[in-house]
């Protein structure tokens, strides 16, 4: 009977404990799934995350939770479980929500633009379509083009002047790319582009080139505004140059120091090193060293927290900058306004008659000996028709 008896207990021993070990994996991998459903949500993956991974996280909690309520009277482990669960499930819900009231409902004004409206013969292509004169025709060994993302209808549009259509079909990746300004000076240092449209190289693009025993020859052929814009609610229409640079250098850091009708700490975005617009902050704060950019956290790869620089947000409070092409014809956007500077805004008669006080130079930038069809590129934007084409486009032509 004593023996029975032991037996007995030793099965439910044995019973308890391959129960406690399932439910101590079971709460381990739970865990573990709340613990990067965490990470992925706070660091903005929710967006690329199934939304059934979110509510299968949810539930989890809610099933521990409830075996907790039921058994909590028997087993203090379940009691502790259920309130474990309550807490991760309260932190579950609550960062998407504190990221959807801080951050994800102010919309991100980033680059997504509708790249096949501008290819160069696509039907229906808001690409200027001009007539060139033979002499500026490029039938073989077309030049390789790359550039910023504001100045591609132009470069675009020089292709369908310019290029042999059938000989350009061969091989229209290799021949027509935008990259972002700070990727192409890379690809052109390295030998995978001809020349570039580009606003004029940083002093680390040209410290690059130096590096690699190149030089940048650049050729400006058009003129365009750098313009800084607020949310369209914000009743700011203008703003001064000093103004500018006391935001960016972190002297002036709220709105009411700019107009007492207004209070909030500003928010100053910025781009990444080597965009051409980020280049044009650093020539117009000169000196003046500007103030560490926002940065958004991101998961990256092998579980790496990356540190981005934070692309526009709009903000109430938020300021930021781009180049006027870009703002009001590839990406418009109602939510925004162009503020003027020292009273003047940014059109084209300002950017024209020189008035505007932040202007910058379209360029063709090369760092290797220019080709015939390189120049004849040149030539043609120097060219009547060259400039009926920069004009209509919506740039200034020299």
């Excluded at 696509?122 to 200027?128: A, E, L, N, S, Y």
């Amino acid at each position: 009977m004593n023996s029975a008896s032991n037996n007995h207990v030793k099965g439910k021993t044995g019973i308890l404990i391959l129960k406690i070990l399932i439910f101590g994996i079971g709460i381990a991998g739970t865990c573990f799934l709340w613990i990067l459903g965490v990470f992925m949500i706070a660091f903005g993956f929710l967006n690329q995350t199934p939304m059934v991974i979110f509510m299968t996280l949810v539930l989890l909690s809610l099933l521990v939770m409830l075996y907790a309520f039921l058994f909590c009277k028997t087993r203090k482990i379940w009691k502790y479980s259920g309130i474990a669960a309550l807490f991760f499930m309260l932190i579950l819900c609550a960062v998407p929500a504190y990221r959807y009231f801080t951050v994800e409902r102010f919309k991100q004004l980033n680059d997504r633009i509708n790249w096949d409206a501008y290819d160069p013969w696509r039907t229906g292509t808001k690409v200027v379509a001009v007539d060139a004169a033979p002499e500026f025709k490029i039938k073989k060994d077309l030049p390789r083009i790359d550039g910023a993302y504001a100045l591609y209808p132009v470069y675009s549009g020089v292709v369908r002047a310019l290029y042999d259509r059938k000989e350009y079909d061969k091989d229209s990746w290799k021949y027509l790319n935008t990259n972002g300004s700070d990727m192409t000076f890379t690809n052109l240092l390295n030998d995978r582009a001809d020349l570039l449209f580009s606003a004029p190289p940083s002093k680390k693009q040209i410290a690059d080139a130096k590096a690699k025993g190149l030089k940048y020859e650049i050729t400006p052929f058009a003129k365009e505004a750098f313009v800084f814009f607020v949310n369209s609610k914000n009743p700011i229409e203008n703003i001064t140059s000093q103004q500018i640079r006391d935001i960016y250098s972190g002297k002036i850091t709220d709105w009411s120091q700019i107009d007492r009708r207004l209070s909030g700490k500003i928010k100053p975005f910025q781009r990444n090193e080597g965009s051409g617009s980020q280049t044009m902050l650093q020539k117009i704060m000169g000196n003046t060293p500007i103030m560490p950019p926002l940065k958004e956290d991101r998961l990256g790869g092998m579980g790496d927290i990356i540190n981005d620089v934070a692309n526009y947000r709009n903000y109430q409070e938020a300021i930021g900058f781009t180049f006027r092409y870009f703002s009001t014809e590839m990406f418009k956007n109602g939510e925004i306004k162009l503020l003027s500077i020292d009273g003047i805004a940014p059109t084209v008669e300002n950017i024209r008659n020189g008035t505007y006080p932040f202007i910058a130079d379209c360029c063709i930038i090369t760092v290797r000996p220019r080709s015939e069809n390189v120049r004849k590129i040149i030539d043609f934007l120097f060219s009547t028709t060259g400039k009926e084409l920069i004009e209509k486009t919506g740039y200034v032509a020299l």
